[in-house]
Each structure stands twice: as structure tokens, then as C-alpha cells.
């Protein structure tokens, strides 16, 4: 594993209504939508895309899934199952074990020891690089609101 700082690299909707936040999202920052249907399935994924880049997508809750609609931020890694192995000596929970996106790349879902949740993702193909000055409509800035701000750091 690489000591590099890693980027996020996409964004991801889960939500109870899709359809609602497909129209919400363009509506007030400009994004457009392409649905991508590499990745198989019976519906297509829907993509955000800002100046014609793709930046995250929207997707359906699954049933059963708890809590409420939420974004979740994937972080570049360049080996999935080793940042798994990784994180978990470090004392983060697995939600979502390491596992391919047919075409794609492979991710898993994490959450810190204080329980926020994020992704980490290996795609198959070269990531392009990130734009050099942020423009409208790309994402910009990444916080995280945590319980124990020191222990996260």
C-alpha cells in the first residue's frame, strides 16, 4: 500500500427515491445525468456528471437497508483487500465486503472506529487526473463531522 494522500473519487446517493433526486440535484447545481449500464443489472445506474464528467451516481436504497438516504464518498486505494485488512486492524467495521463491479473496478464499504461510512475503490481502468482549478458543480471540499475528532485524525 502506498503512504500517498488519496483522493475521493466518487460520490454516491443512496436514497429512498430515486427518481425524486434525479430531478432535485440538477435542478439546483447544474449536474447532468447518464445512465451507465456497463455494470449490468435490470435498471441502468444513473451517473452525476458536471461539465460533461462523470462525478458519482444515485441509487435506490436495497430493501432492508437501514437508516436514512445518505451520501457516501469513494476513496482511490490501489489494492481493495489490503485497505480492508488494513483499516480493520485500525478498528474499522466492514459493511460491505471487497467485492467486483463486473467491467468496473472493485470497492468495499467501510465505517472509522467512530462510525462514519465511506467506500474505497480500485478501478480497472486509469483514473483521470483531478481538474487543476474547481469549477461550479464539482465537488470541492470533504469534512467529516465525527464523535472524537483527535482518535479519527
Known amino acids: 500500500m502506498s503512504d500517498a494522500p488519496r483522493p475521493f473519487v466518487w460520490y454516491e446517493l443512496l436514497t429512498t427515491d430515486a427518481d425524486a433526486a434525479e430531478a432535485f440535484y440538477p435542478a439546483i447545481l447544474g449536474w447532468g445525468t447518464e445512465p451507465f449500464t456497463g455494470a449490468g443489472g435490470d435498471k441502468p445506474y ?62 468495499a464499504v467501510l465505517a472509522d472506529p467512530q462510525g462514519a461510512m465511506f467506500a474505497i475503490y480500485k478501478s480497472l481502468n486509469p483514473q483521470p487526473e483531478p481538474p487543476g482549478e474547481f469549477r461550479p458543480g464539482q465537488v470541492s471540499w470533504h469534512e467529516l463531522a465525527t464523535t472524537d475528532g483527535a482518535a479519527a485524525w
Open 46 to 107: 444513473i451517473m452525476w456528471t458536471a461539465h460533461g464528467a462523470p462525478l458519482g451516481g444515485v441509487m435506490q436504497k436495497p430493501p432492508g437497508a437501514e437508516g436514512p438516504p445518505l451520501w457516501l464518498g469513494y476513496v482511490g486505494v490501489d489494492d481493495v483487500d489490503a485497505t480492508v485488512r488494513r483499516a480493520a486492524e485500525l478498528g474499522a467495521q466492514t459493511h460491505v465486503a471487497p467485492r467486483d463491479i463486473p467491467n468496473v473496478g472493485r470497492f
